[in-house]
């Protein structure tokens, strides 16, 4: 029924059907012709900033000048000549309120059986900001893609559906072509621009945000920020930490060089004690609490649907993979533990390669670490007669490690396109053990990361903590 229709109907002389029909139709949801719609999950003033062509035109507009948008081409795009004056950090904040305590249908985005506000569907705003943030201080004339997530944290759980505020802003950036964006996620103030209070912040992130030329795809410099006062020099030092800390962890990564002597010392501990477990002659066996590695994997593969591409119509955005690869890690934490986990943080993780629109993605979930990890150097060096060297802890925060790659169809090439650690707790006593060398340099890399990152979780979950939403809050959960 159109609006003409609806204005004859209300000048009709009242009756019985003519206002049961109009109530029908104000009171239905109708598919309609629309510019935008919600139809991949992000919130929608975050899609429309994201999403400017349909994607109908953008393939018909390739068809047409029979060029591949995601080729490398010989021919720069970018203007040598642009303005890559330092910007001020505040340039680039960005703000967006979400009103799930004010709008139902949208709330049905962001819930998941059990009425919990769904983690994943927030990750893909997460990015979304993140790439409105970044275009704001680099302009459109370059792609800008996501390399890395810093880390994504848990500071206080909800208590209750609210709106939700996003907001963030570029704080670091030299003049080369990356910079690190810092948002946050909080309470949205009851008085728009109120101040946000520090109890009410959900989590918060840093995203790594690279610019590349248009068509050669190679790293393009962009501005540095301008830093005007005390707090954005720390914020700016602190972006330079993290800068460093991912330059070190390249260089000593076990790609480049070998475990140290403690973890050695570690690997041989746990090799020993394997020995022991399958030694007829010995009563010592494996606690029944603790799984090998190799029987906690998880599979998923599906195609790349046009509904989830990033700004340049071709490439899948960084958020969809984050949503996507955590759900995952949900469901093998869930499957390790026989328990429903609770998100704690997610881990330094990277991207590799572009997800091109059509490729297939497959993703690999595996339980890399525990912790408190039961193969630590005391239980390990237990006497013969320990048969349970496990923690007393009640609960254990588990590692999982999510490994990616995408194939093209046509081809048949595959490319690894990133890999995904989450930390998750679950009420359980419960260890993983590695078999094999491969195994072991996982499980090594993973216990790196949690020392890393212990005690950067910011409280967001005590251990032994209640289960209900009473006592918890409302869980971000799966």
Known sequence: ???????????????????????????????????????????????????????????????????????KSDIAATPSDRDLTPKRMAD?????????????????NYLNADGHIRLGTIFMDLDALSGVIAYKHTGDSVTTVTAAVDRITINH?????????????????????????????????????????????????????????????????????????????????????????????????????????????????????????????????????????????????QIMQPQYRNRHNFMIFGGYLLKTSFELAFCCAAAFSHSRPTFLSLDPSTFENPVPVGSVLYLKATVAYTEPAITTTTTLSASAGDDNPSSSSSSTRVQIRIDSKVRDIEHGSTKPTGQFNYTFLVDRDIGVAPQTYEEFMIWVDARRRAGEGRGADGGGVEPGGGRHAGERGVRVME
């Open 1 to 71: 029924m159109s609006s003409t229709q609806i204005l004859r109907v209300m000048a009709r002389p009242p009756s019985l059907y003519s206002k049961y029909r109009l109530m029908d139709f104000i009171n239905a949801r109708h598919f309609h012709i629309s510019t935008r719609l919600r139809t991949d999950g992000v919130f929608k003033e975050l899609t429309e900033m994201r999403v400017r062509t349909p994607w109908i035109e953008a393939l018909k507009k390739k068809q047409e000048e029979g060029i591949d948008p995601t080729k």
């Open 92 to 108: 680039s904040y960005h703000r967006v309120v979400i009103p799930l305590a004010q709008d139902p249908w949208l709330l049905d």
């Open 157 to 301: 759980p909800l208590k209750e559906i609210c709106d939700l505020e996003l907001s963030g802003q570029v704080t670091f950036a030299t003049g080369r072509s990356s910079m690190e964006i810092s948002i946050q996620v909080a309470k949205a103030p009851k008085q728009g621009g109120a101040p946000v209070h520090k109890e009410d912040v959900l989590m918060t992130c840093e995203f790594t945000m690279v610019s590349l030329d248009p068509n050669t795809k190679k790293p393009v410099a962009i501005s540095p920020v301008k830093i005007e006062s005390e707090e954005e020099k720390r914020l700016f030092s602190l972006g330079e930490k993290n800068y460093n800390t991912k330059k070190d962890r390249a260089k000593t990564g076990l790609r480049k060089q070998t475990p140290n002597d403690e973890e050695s010392d570690l690997i041989h501990a746990m090799w020993l004690r394997q020995l022991e477990y399958h030694d007829p002659n010995n009563p010592l066996r494996k606690p029944p609490n603790t799984q090998y590695m190799s029987t906690t994997t998880l599979h998923s593969s």
